[in-house]
């Protein structure tokens, strides 16, 4: 039964207090009407619990804005929300349309920096998948039992003529009174030849609940820094800066501890936020066995990456040559996706770190 200012509530109670659902939460789609998004799709979501977040179905079905009472959760970039033919695909051309957002995918076929493959195939940083927009996108909002579910469902192709077709089947869903997103994903090789399959879910965290009172909660078997800069400091990773000038981002890689459910964990805690506020990604170790921390505390780039993934970064020869490139060979798939949880308060900031911590 959902809980909602305080007080559980059954549906018939519900009914009886307004004339439609939406009225304290529901799913609206939308169009952008304005700058580089103009004519984009979006779905604003909101639960009556104080989230409120947008669904971008042209952009992989990823999470624009997401906010907790007001507060913004993620980061979002000075670009703002862009339309995906105004993607730049080779280099660093990425950068220049990654809004941010709580959620960006990177993938399918590639993530990390700009490679190479021997065949001559070449790939832009973070691939193609957030520029992807999806196909049969539907909405649905009801109850089931005595939840009133909110599912948003959608199709997403990368495709290429005399190339592998993979697609990604995603869902994502909250409820009446939750503070809870879950993002189920299945990523299918629907053509006829083995294709990589490189997936990373790029968290993007941003002020006010990134402060330099925040912290990076995780249980890690490693840790390692991608760059010898980040290696430098690789002692304070969990710890945050205010926003410095000149600051050069930090990424590392890690191995994530997982616990008995077969689920790895992450946080970002700020324990001065509205009395404590907290949000948590949970992922299966199963699929997406890797995480990366990405670091950046400059000055308007302020943001915190949480990035669960199912290999380590590129170079993509090297992956090759440890055995962890993933390969989908025709007709084979696998379930991976991610829960994000606002925590509110100082008891449950204690029982989300204990439950990371005891991994």
Sequence with gaps: MPELFGKSIKPEDLAQRVGRTDQVAGARPFVFDDGPAR??????????????????????????????NGRALGWESSTGPVAPERFEPPGMGWLKSFDGGLLTTCGLRHFGAPDADPSGESWGLHGRASHLSAE???????????????????????????????????????????????????????????????????????WPLLSEKSRLVASLKSVTGVTDRANAHIAKHCEMLPPTPGFQEHTYSMEPKAGADGLCRAALVNPELDGGTALSVAWPKATLPFMAEWKMMGQGTYVLGIEPCNCPFPPRAGLRERGLMPILRPGESFEAGLAIRVHRGADEIKEVERAIRER
């Design 39 to 68: 004519g984009m799709r979006g779905i604003d979501v909101w639960t009556g619990s104080g989230l409120t977040f947008t669904v971008l179905p042209d952009r992989c079905l990823d999470i624009g804005s997401a906010r907790f």
């Design 136 to 206: 049969e996108v539907a909405v649905q909002c009801g109850w089931e039992k005595d939840q009133y579910r909110l599912r948003l469902r959608g199709r997403v192709a990368e495709a290429e003529v005399f190339k592998p077709t993979i697609l990604l089947e995603r869902t994502v869903v909250t409820s009446l009174g939750s503070r809870l997103i879950e993002v189920i994903d299945r990523v299918s090789n629907i053509g006829y030849e083995p294709s990589t399959v490189m997936l990373l879910y790029h968290v993007n965290l941003g």
